[in-house]
Every structure is written in structure tokens, then in C-alpha cells.
């Protein structure tokens, strides 16, 4: 089983995947969506605040709790029962990724403990970690399993996941040649933290809000201004960066209404991917979309203009739901970590080497 909470704090992925073949095979899928208050604490944590620690030893808690339950009710859609499920990879909800501090860290959170004591199954957890312990980003994780179930002699291929964050994988069309990988600014999670303050909505339907709005070109300068889109890779980045505050002070020298801020943070998104792609030499390679970003037809438009070269398709076409690709790479890296095999790229993170991530915590007999 894989279980993850991303960027957007809606509230828990949870799938249960068959990983015994050369493709995943997802059986189940279940969004647990966290409730209100759950989502109000977390979006305050996420940000520096009075009585931290103790706040975060409640809630890490009251995540766990939700991803337990996320676990039970996918298993019942699968008619399946938890002695048939060999592990669960739990990446639990980022509240910290802190790459370029002094003393580099990330922090999720969802006890571990609690998830295997209500489930009864042996859960893998606190996969970033060790990636950081030798010298890494400890981001993005999913490059490796798009390796695995993506690459192709002969294909010159980039995966973009269009999370909150946006970050894309790179495939050679040779095994000769790194892998690369790397955050390449937001994707989602401003247009949906904006389209929320304003039209008290949790996300932008298709994009049709922002399609009916007008780019702000000197905005989108300022935006682009911003030093992260200049930083070479390795690099990552998270909802802690890329806030309503970082939009509201570049905001200040504007006159824009709140629906051309939309349509401008569109633009944001489909130029920085698009710069970042090209950046890199696949920009007339095939691009494999996945995250919820997908549905933004509006985004996946400018995707277009702005890579007119490029194929792009869904990662439906090769047999794997775009919706679930995260999910399903924490069962798939718990299966690594319970095999002892490396779970990171260090072309991607930049570690010094490749390492078994995350910790077991095995079920009572």
C-alpha cells in the first residue's frame, strides 16, 4: 500500500498496488480527505508559530490517525483484508523542507507507530532522511521509479508531475547517461491557496477560472525575478516557500484584479516547466504528465505554446493513472526498502550515493 498527503493538504492518497510484474498494477484507490480543522492546523503549521512542538506532537498524531483510516478504507474497496498487504509505504505530510539551511533538514509527519498499530501491517516511513543524511535534497523520490517503469532505449522522455509543486524527471534514451530530476517552482498550490481566498473554492475546475482572465506581464516578470527559477539543479522547493505572502508581497507594485492574478499564475507554472524542460534538451522529446495538475486543461495549454516540439500525453498511455503515480511510488519504495535496495537517484538529489531510505516498523506477530 502507498500513502501520501501532498502540497495541498486536501487530505490523504491511499492505493493498493500489485508490484509483483514489470508495470504496476493498481487494484484500489481512496482519497481520505482530512477535516477541516485537521486542514486549518496543518496549514498553520506549515508556517513558523507560537508552542510549535507541542502543536506538532498533536497533530503528527491526528495524521497518522487519518492515514490509518485512508489504509482501512482502500483495503475495503480492494475486498481485500490487511494480513494480504506485505507493507505500507507511508510518506506521511511534509510541514518542513528546509534543502539550503545551514544544517539541512525535512520533516513529515504522521506517526509511523500509530499507522502500524491501528492497521496491523508493517509500515516503511520517513523516506527523505536518509537521502539528506548523505548530502542529498532529499527531493524529488519519484525519479527512480520513473526510471524503472518509464525509460526506454531509443526515447528521449521527461515525466512532469504536476503536484503542488511541479517537478520533472528526465529519462535519457540511453542507460549510458543520468537520470536528472528536480523541482521546478509551483504548480498548483498557489493558484489553489488564491482561487480559495478569493472564490472560497479548494481548486480551479479545468482552469477555467484563470482562462477567462488576462496575463499580467509585468507581474509575471516579478514572479519570474525570483531566485529559485535561477538555481541550477539539484534543487527542491515546497508549499513553504512559494505562499500567499511570497505572491501578496510581489503583489504590492500591481494593480491586478484577482482573476488576471490567476491567469497569471498559470502563465508562472507553464513558463517555469516549460524554461526548465527546454533548459535540459527534451523539449522535443515526449513529456508524460501525471498529478492532479492534468485536469487543469487551461495550464496544459500553455504547456503547449509553450513546447510546440513536444509530444505530450498522460502517463494513461503506458498503463499507470496519473492521479495515483505518488502513491504508488511509497509502495514501491517500501517494497525497495524492505528488499534493501536504494530508493534515491543520486543524479537527482545530488547525495553522494545511492541509499536504502525510510525506517521499518514492523507489525506485532
Same mark, same amino acid.
Given at each position: 500500500?502507498?500513502?501520501?498527503?501532498?502540497?495541498?493538504?486536501?487530505?490523504?492518497?491511499?492505493?493498493?498496488?500489485?508490484?509483483?510484474?514489470?508495470?504496476?498494477?493498481?487494484?484500489?484507490?481512496?482519497?481520505?480527505? %482530512?477535516?477541516?480543522?485537521?486542514?486549518?492546523?496543518?496549514?498553520?503549521?506549515?508556517?513558523?508559530?507560537?508552542?510549535?512542538?507541542?502543536?506538532?506532537?498533536?497533530?503528527?498524531?491526528?495524521?497518522?490517525?487519518?492515514?490509518?483510516?485512508?489504509?482501512?478504507?482502500?483495503?475495503?474497496?480492494?475486498?481485500?483484508?490487511?494480513?494480504?498487504?506485505?507493507?505500507?509505504?507511508?510518506?506521511?505530510?511534509?510541514?518542513?523542507?528546509?534543502?539550503?539551511?545551514?544544517?539541512?533538514?525535512?520533516?513529515?509527519?504522521?506517526?509511523?507507530?500509530?499507522?502500524?498499530?491501528?492497521?496491523?501491517?508493517?509500515?516503511?516511513?520517513?523516506?527523505?532522511?536518509?537521502?539528506?543524511?548523505?548530502?542529498?535534497?532529499?527531493?524529488?523520490?519519484?525519479?527512480?521509479?520513473?526510471?524503472?517503469?518509464?525509460?526506454?532505449?531509443?526515447?528521449?522522455?521527461?515525466?512532469?508531475?504536476?503536484?503542488?509543486?511541479?517537478?520533472?524527471?528526465?529519462?535519457?534514451?540511453?542507460?549510458?547517461?543520468?537520470?536528472?530530476?528536480?523541482?521546478?517552482?509551483?504548480?498548483?498550490?498557489?493558484?489553489?491557496?488564491?482561487?480559495?481566498?478569493?472564490?472560497?473554492?479548494?481548486?480551479?475546475?479545468?482552469?477555467?477560472? @484563470?482562462?477567462?482572465?488576462?496575463?499580467?506581464?509585468?507581474?509575471?516578470?516579478?514572479?519570474?525575478?525570483?531566485?529559485?527559477?535561477?538555481?541550477?539543479?539539484?534543487?527542491?522547493?515546497?508549499?513553504?516557500?512559494?505562499?500567499?505572502?511570497?505572491?501578496?508581497?510581489?503583489?504590492?507594485?500591481?494593480?491586478?484584479?484577482?482573476?488576471?492574478?490567476?491567469?497569471?499564475?498559470?502563465?508562472?507554472?507553464?513558463?517555469?516547466?516549460?524554461?526548465?524542460?527546454?533548459?535540459?534538451?527534451?523539449?522535443?522529446?515526449?513529456?508524460?504528465?501525471?498529478?492532479?495538475?492534468?485536469?487543469?486543461? %487551461?495550464?496544459?495549454?500553455?504547456?503547449?505554446?509553450?513546447?510546440? @516540439?513536444?509530444?505530450?500525453?498522460?502517463?494513461?498511455?503506458?498503463?499507470?493513472?496519473?492521479?495515483?503515480?505518488?502513491?504508488?511510488?511509497?509502495?514501491?519504495?517500501?517494497?525497495?526498502?524492505?528488499?534493501?535496495?536504494?530508493?534515491?537517484?543520486?543524479?537527482?538529489?545530488?547525495?553522494?550515493?545511492?541509499?536504502?531510505?525510510?525506517?521499518? %516498523?514492523?507489525?506485532?506477530?
Amino acid at each position: 500500500m502507498g500513502l501520501i498527503s501532498g502540497t495541498s493538504l486536501d487530505g490523504v492518497d491511499a492505493v493498493v498496488v500489485d508490484l509483483s510484474s514489470n508495470q504496476p498494477q493498481l487494484i484500489a484507490s481512496h482519497i481520505e480527505p %482530512y477535516g477541516d480543522r485537521l486542514r486549518t492546523s496543518l496549514r498553520t503549521l506549515c508556517q513558523p508559530g507560537n508552542n510549535e512542538i507541542d502543536r506538532m506532537g498533536e497533530i503528527d498524531r491526528q495524521v497518522a490517525i487519518t492515514f490509518a483510516t485512508a489504509c482501512q478504507r482502500v483495503l475495503e474497496l480492494a475486498h481485500m483484508e490487511s494480513q494480504q498487504v506485505t507493507a505500507i509505504g507511508s510518506h506521511g505530510q511534509t510541514i518542513r523542507h528546509r534543502p539550503d539551511a545551514v544544517n539541512p533538514f525535512t520533516l513529515q509527519i504522521g506517526d509511523p507507530n500509530t499507522i502500524v498499530e491501528l492497521t496491523g501491517i508493517t509500515t516503511v516511513a520517513d523516506f527523505r532522511r536518509r537521502d539528506m543524511a548523505v548530502g542529498g535534497q532529499g527531493a524529488p523520490l519519484v525519479p527512480a521509479l520513473h526510471q524503472t517503469f518509464f525509460q526506454q532505449p531509443g526515447k528521449k522522455r521527461i515525466i512532469l508531475n504536476l503536484g503542488g509543486i511541479a517537478n520533472i524527471t528526465g529519462l535519457p534514451d540511453t542507460a549510458a547517461q543520468p537520470v536528472i530530476g528536480y523541482d521546478t517552482g509551483p504548480a498548483n498550490t498557489l493558484l489553489d491557496r488564491w482561487i480559495e481566498k478569493h472564490q472560497d473554492v479548494r481548486l480551479d475546475q479545468k482552469g477555467e477560472w @484563470a482562462r477567462s482572465g488576462q496575463i499580467d506581464h509585468g507581474l509575471l516578470d516579478e514572479l519570474l525575478a525570483d531566485p529559485y527559477f535561477q538555481l541550477p539543479a539539484p534543487k527542491s522547493t515546497g508549499r513553504e516557500y512559494f505562499t500567499l505572502d511570497w505572491l501578496q508581497e510581489r503583489l504590492a507594485n500591481h494593480l491586478t484584479s484577482a482573476v488576471d492574478v490567476q491567469t497569471t499564475l498559470v502563465e508562472l507554472s507553464a513558463v517555469t516547466i516549460a524554461q526548465a524542460i527546454t533548459g535540459e534538451g527534451y523539449a522535443q522529446g515526449e513529456i508524460l504528465l501525471c498529478g492532479g495538475g492534468t485536469h487543469n486543461h %487551461y495550464l496544459l495549454e500553455r504547456l503547449g505554446i509553450h513546447l510546440p @516540439a513536444a509530444s505530450i500525453q498522460s502517463t494513461s498511455s503506458y498503463g499507470v493513472d496519473p492521479d495515483w503515480i505518488e502513491a504508488i511510488t511509497f509502495a514501491w519504495l517500501a517494497k525497495r526498502t524492505l528488499g534493501g535496495l536504494n530508493g534515491n537517484l543520486a543524479s537527482v538529489t545530488g547525495a553522494a550515493r545511492n541509499v536504502v531510505l525510510g525506517g521499518i %516498523y514492523p507489525a506485532s506477530p
